[in-house]
Every structure is written in C-alpha cells, then in structure tokens.
C-alpha cells in the first residue's frame, strides 16, 4: 500500500498540537510532531498518538440505535430521525418548548462543523433549557469578559512568549498545555522566561508539575485565590505601583477599585490564604515592578466558590499594573475567523444575567443555564420542567457535579437522544444512541481556540479517513435532525464552504481554505498586537474595572468562613493528568496502560494522623456521596487538601478502562449546591470531605 503524509492539528484538547501523520488507505503507519508548526514548535503529548485509537475503538457505535424492552437495537438513520423528531415534538406537545433540554460536551468546542450547525437546532427546537461542559469549569471567564470588555468571548490571553513574570493561580499548564490559554508546549515556554531572566510563579493548593518547574511555589487554602489577588491589588495602589499605560483614558472605575479592596489587607490575606504577608507583599511588588507581567488564574480558580471573583480580580490586576493589551502582559488574539466579530453585540442592549433559573434562580450566560441545575429542572414539577434531554457528546453523569443526582433523573425522562460513539454512562440512559464521525475522519479548523491562543495561527485539514460505512459526519447529523424538526428538504452548505465564506471577514482575508490546505503545516499570522479599544463592546466603549455585580459579591468573600468542620475536615480538589482528557479518552489503551492512576492524594503530614500508608484503600466520602480508592501519600499536597484525579468512574461498556484498574468518579462526591452564585459554575474545588481507611 502507497504511504501518505497528512498534516493536521490535533483536536482532542486546546492545545492544537501540529502533527504529522503517516498513513496508508486503512491505518495510521505513525503519528509525530510537526516541527514546523509555528504554535506547537514540535510538541505533541501522548493523546495525539492516540487519535488512531478512536476510531478502531472495540466499543464504538457505528448504526443508529433504538432501546427496545431495554435493549439498544440497530435501526436505520430514516427511522431514527424520524423517531427522534416524532419523540421530541410530542414531548414539547405535551409539555412546552423548554420540557426539551440540550446538553452540550467538551468535544463540540473542537468541531467546527458542529458549532456551525447547532445553533439552527436549537433554534428549531426552541428550548431555553440549554446547558453545557461550559458552564462546569470556564463560564467565570466569560462572565468577567461580558461585563468588564462587553463581550464573552473577548479574552485576555498570556503573552507567554514575551511576559518576564508568570503568575499561576490554579493552573497546571505543563499538563494540559494551557486552558483558556492555548499554549502548546508550555514547558519549553517555561524555560524561555527564565531563560530571559524572568520568572515564573504558581500558587496552588498542589505543588503541581507546572509548579515543580516554576521559579516559586506557594501553597494556597482552596478558595482562597480572589482573596490573594485583592490583597495584592491593595498593595499595588498602597505603593503608589498603579499604571493603566496605553489604556490610560480608556478604562473607568480605578477609584472605586481602590476602595473596594481596602477590607483585603496583607495581615487579612495572610490569615486566609496560608501565605506568609511579606511574601504577599513581595509578589505584588515584583509583579507590579516587572518590565511586563500576566496573571493567568486558570481551573482551581474558576471552579469554586469565588470563580467569578477570582477572573474578575485576575483581570484587574493586570490592568491595573499596565500589563492588559500590552506586549507580555494579557492580549487578544487576532484570529483568521473572527469569533468575536462574528457575534458581536454591539448596538444591543443587553441586561446580565440573561435570565434566572426555574427553580434555584441561577444565573444564565451565553444562552446557557449553569449544568449544575440540570437535575434539579429535570427532578422539579411545573412549566418548563424538563421531560426530554438531547446530548451531544457529553457524558454528564461522570463530568457534572454529583452526577449520580443527575443519573438519577434521567431515568425519569419520557425521552432521551444521544449524539455520542459509546455507551457510556449518560448514554447507556437513552432511548436513542445516534453515532458520528471522531477526529481523524473529520475536517480540522479549531475556531473557538484560535481564538484562545498565545500566537495567531490558521490550519486546516480535511479528514484522513472516510468513516465506517452507514456513519455520516457528526454535522450532517445534527443538520439532518434539524431539518427534520423544521421540515426542510435538505440540509445546508458544508462546513468548509461555510468556513471559506467568512475567513475574508477576519483579520486575515488572505487566509481561505484552498490557502491553507495548499500550505500543508500552520500559518504563523504573527504574535499578539494591541487591538482591544476597537473592539470593546461596553455601552459607552470603555473598560469597566468594577462591575457591579462583582462588588456586590465582595461581602460573601469577606464573611466566608472556612468550610471544613468536625465531620468533613479536608477540602477536596481535582487534578489533570497527560493521559487523561475527559471520561470518553479513557478507552484508549495506550492512554489507561499501567499503573492505576486514580488515586487520592494526601499530605504526608495528614496521612500519618489517620493512620493511612502508600497505597491503602480509603473511604473518601462528602454530603452526596462516598467513594473508596487507593491513597498516594507524598508532600505535594498542601496539609489539610487531597486531589482525586478528573475523568475517571465508567461503569458502561468500556472495556479498555476496565485494564485501568478500579476507578471512581470526583463528580460521586461534588455537591451540585456549592456554586459560584456570579457566574454560575460548579465548585469542584474544596469540597468538604472526611477521610478514613476503608474497612
């Protein structure tokens, strides 16, 4: 068989990692890093080389599925489109437009043909019951960027590559190569800024393997990051360190910044935080001093309590230390396919949050409920409780906060569809299984990180392999439902004619698919530039430093009390693994093989006290749940904290996790209760939890 050479960027997490992959009409011969790529620069991790395992995966689903007397039977995609509409229809009937949920996973950000078709079938189905990954781990983000620059997606990205001190709260970058921060290689990027004489400090409850590299790390009491960030702001104007720079004249609020952090002083943040206030003092000071500086708070700082705090206080602090739009400070990509552009919102009065929730009041952004009132609408009586639930690559029951709640619910749905390749643990709940496309049988244009990314960059790639037969692409899947709910006769252009008809709005009209796919490796488009006073989208066009809703929420920071008690005395957070992105890369062999890698960790300190050593099983339990798992004892917890890893739990038809040894799910013990009542998202970090061995 005649070798092939086929260029792409690896889609399976924001990294966008160029690769090179050899391969012949049927297998992939190998799968390398492209050193050409101007973003990745040769770097590609484990998962990449495990894109061939997706789609010879022993468990996929390749026909249209139908649960008949509780068992899934293979029915043709006719018959399945047309019980889906029928099913749908009938249950909106019954029971209103929003009685159809729509849930959204983590792998739609990654296809772009899939964000092109979506809209359309919520649209079609008309529902305000939306939910998605989003809101279980970045909405702080978007909330900070919507009211502070007018616009959710406008996102202040590190510029790593030209920044000479790096401050990480709750990042762990040199796993996951950034998030919300596409920073491929990150480690090499690490040495770059020492190497330039700059440095790089972490704070985080786990001395991390981003921290193991820093220059300093400290160690902080979970949810207790805005408190830090606060601190540090006060100290920046106490020292007269204060700069707004090029945004000089553009920014409005400084004063009342300055009065609103005045409760946050040194001694106050060191009680809280765990970290010494002369060592609080000193960051502030070498960070404000720095000839360029970016605070990036990442994962441990959105998904707690104070998420939206923490974005908010991380966004201002740069500001403030002129280190926003700034080279080396936090800047704003200039994308080929101008997401912000596109769906821009100026000239339209909007209020936030866009609405409240049914039952709790929870807030709504970007058309999004946050996932963590999912079960509660599915569990509660009355108009707008939801009756049907749509998914869509996402598996909820293990990624959701106390998932189990959720699982649950599902059951007593009168209709459930899932667009997914497994039956896992939120599909095994369906009434029908619709199968699509995975990575390598896909087109390839990353539009949402594009966007995220430390260097602008473009590429595209059409698919390597055509997909098993009677499998049609995850887009024209979701456009057929759509046209079937609507009634259409056909469906519309693809999604690279519609990617090639608004490449020439971006930034770069030169840039077009045929340019793209005729370059082979990335367009490098250059680094970051200054570009954000002629996109804010603020009502009268200037950066908002003090929201109000964010000094509304100052006084719940202030009172939070510390969480632990007598029956729950550790603060539970998770942790990322190289080999591990979600609950669905978890059936790859080469990503479960070895050693069982879910396990607890626990300070040295704490261990010895319970009376628990290497390798014991323990019994972790929470006010939702209770799970056992082996302890890993090692001084890279800070004491009183224990990480279990994310991802883990399956307990459907996975076969390969199954030689990964017993796992269990963080999401069994997260309390769909403690939120971030700003933003809305799930605080997966310091949950309260007891510790024992097991019996």
């Known amino acids: ?360 009041g929870q807030p709504l952004y970007n058309g999004e409920f946050p996932v963590s009132v999912m079960a509660e609408e599915m569990e509660t009586p009355g108009d707008g409780q939801i009756k049907a639930l749509l998914t869509v690559a996402g598996n909820p029951v293990l990624t959701a906060p106390n998932g189990r709640r959720i699982e649950a619910a599902l059951d007593d749905l009168d209709f459930m569809i899932s667009v997914d390749i497994h039956i896992n643990d939120t599909t095994r709940h369906a009434d029908m299984i619709l199968p699509g496309t995975v990575a390598l049988e896909e087109a390839v244009y990353d539009m949402v990180f594009h966007s995220f990314a430390v260097r602008n960059t473009a590429t595209y790639a059409r698919p390597v392999f055509d997909p098993p037969e009677g499998v049609m692409q995850e887009w024209e899947l979701i456009a057929r439902l759509t046209a079937r709910l609507t009634g259409a006769n056909q469906i519309g252009p693809s999604p690279e004619q519609v990617l090639n008809a608004m490449l020439p709005a971006g930034y770069h009209p030169d840039v077009t698919v045929e340019a793209m796919l005729d370059a082979g490796t990335a367009f490098d488009l250059g680094p970051l530039v200054p570009n954000l006073t002629e996109r804010l989208e603020t009502h009268d066009g200037q950066i908002q430093l003090a929201p109000q809703v964010f000094l509304d929420d100052l006084p719940r920071l202030m009172t939070h009390a510390d969480s632990r008690d007598a029956q729950y005395p550790f603060a539970m957070i998770g942790r990322r693994q190289v080999r591990s992105h979600n609950s669905w890369t978890q059936n790859s062999q080469r990503l479960v093989k070895g050693r069982n890698r879910c396990t607890v960790e626990i300070n040295f300190e704490d261990a010895k006290k319970l009376g628990i050593s290497d390798g014991d099983d323990v019994q972790i339990s929470s006010h939702v749940g209770v799970v056992t798992l082996p302890a890993e004892i090692t001084s890279a917890m800070a004491q009183g904290v224990v990480s279990i890893p994310q991802g883990w739990g399956q307990s459907g038809k996975t076969m390969q996790v199954a030689a990964a040894g017993r796992t269990v799910s963080i999401n069994d013990l997260t309390d769909d209760k403690r939120i971030d009542p700003v933003s809305g998202n799930a605080a997966f970090n310091g949950v309260p939890v007891q510790i024992e061995l097991a019996s």
Request: charge should be negative; include cysteine.
């Open 1 to 360: 068989m005649t070798h092939q050479t086929h260029f792409r960027t690896c889609n399976i997490c924001e990294a966008m990692c160029g690769l090179i992959i050899t391969h012949d009409e049927t297998q992939v011969i190998s799968i390398k890093p492209n050193p050409d790529d101007p973003l990745s620069r040769g770097h590609i991790c484990p998962k990449a080389v495990a894109l061939q395992d997706f789609r010879s995966d022993p468990d996929r689903v390749t026909k249209p599925l139908l649960k008949v007397d509780g068992v899934f039977t293979e029915i043709s995609w006719d018959e399945a489109f047309d019980i889906a509409a029928s099913r749908l229809r009938a249950v909106q009937e019954a029971h209103g437009r929003d009685a159809v949920g729509v849930y959204l996973g983590n792998p739609n950000a990654h296809k772009f043909g899939n964000l092109l078709n979506l809209p359309a079938l919520m649209k079609a189905l008309g529902s305000s019951n939306r939910y998605s990954s989003a809101t279980a781990d970045q909405i702080p983000h978007h909330v900070a960027s919507i009211h502070m620059l007018g616009h959710p997606m406008l996102m202040p990205i590190p510029d790593v590559d030209r920044t000479d001190f790096m401050l990480i709260l709750g990042g762990n970058p040199l796993v996951s190569n950034g998030s919300m921060m596409t920073a491929p290689g990150f480690g090499r990027r690490m040495d770059e800024i020492k190497a330039r004489g700059g440095k790089v400090v972490v704070i985080d409850p786990r001395r991390t393997e981003t921290a193991e590299k820093a220059s300093a790390h400290y160690f902080i009491q979970p949810e207790a990051d805005a408190v830090l960030l606060l601190a540090m702001i006060r100290e920046v104007f106490a020292a007269g360190l204060d700069r707004l720079g090029p945004l000089e004249g553009h920014v409005e609020g400084v004063d009342t910044l300055r009065d609103a952090v005045q409760p946050f002083t040194l001694d106050m943040a060191a009680a809280t935080t765990g970290i010494d206030a002369n060592d609080i003092r000193r960051l502030a000071h070498d960070f404000a001093s720095s000839p360029s500086a970016v605070c990036y708070a990442r994962m441990g700082a959105s998904t707690q309590s104070f998420g939206g705090l923490c974005q908010w206080a991380s966004y201002a602090l740069n500001l403030i230390t002129g280190n926003f739009d700034s080279e080396g400070g936090a800047m704003f990509t200039t994308p080929a396919f101008d997401y912000v552009g596109m769906t821009s919102r100026k000239g339209r009065a909007r209020t936030y949050p866009e609405r409240r929730s049914r039952v709790s």
